[in-house]
C-alpha cells in the first residue's frame, strides 16, 4: 500500500486546509487512519486518527474543535478538513495507516499558516 498526501499550502490564520491521503490498492479499508504532523524541532505527533469504519474519531487537544478526520473507503482515501487555522498548525503532516504488523507512511504534505 502506497500512501499519497496532498492539499499542501500557505494560508493566513483563521483559514482553512483540507488534506487528503489517497492510497493505492484495496488494503485500505483495513487500514485505522491516522495523521501525523511534525514542526521543525519538533517530534512527530499524532493529531487525528479515525477507525476502519469510521466511528469515534481522535483528536488531540491541540486541534480538537478545528480539526475533522474522515474518510471514504470506496475511494481509497482519508481526509483532514483544518479550519481556523493557527501559525502553531504550521507542519509537515502525514498520514499513516495501521493494520496488522504492518504500517505505512505517507511522504508527507507541508502545510504553512501565517499570522
Known amino acids: 500500500v502506497q500512501l499519497v498526501e496532498s492539499g499542501r499550502g500557505l494560508v493566513q490564520a483563521g483559514g482553512s486546509l483540507r488534506l487528503s491521503c489517497a492510497a493505492s490498492?484495496?488494503?485500505?479499508?483495513?487500514?485505522?487512519v491516522g495523521w501525523f504532523r511534525q514542526a521543525p524541532g519538533k517530534e512527530r505527533e499524532l493529531v487525528a486518527a479515525l477507525s476502519r469504519t469510521g466511528g469515534t474519531p481522535y483528536y488531540a487537544d491541540t486541534v480538537k474543535g478545528r480539526f475533522s478526520i474522515s474518510r471514504d473507503n470506496a475511494k481509497n482515501t482519508a481526509y483532514l478538513q483544518m479550519n481556523s487555522l493557527k501559525p502553531e498548525d504550521t507542519a509537515v503532516y502525514y498520514c499513516?495507516?495501521?493494520?496488522?504488523?504492518?504500517?505505512?507512511w505517507g511522504q508527507g504534505t507541508q502545510v504553512t499558516v501565517s499570522s
Open positions: 499513516k495507516g495501521v493494520g496488522l504488523r504492518v504500517a505505512y
Open positions: 490498492g484495496r488494503a485500505f479499508s483495513y487500514l485505522v
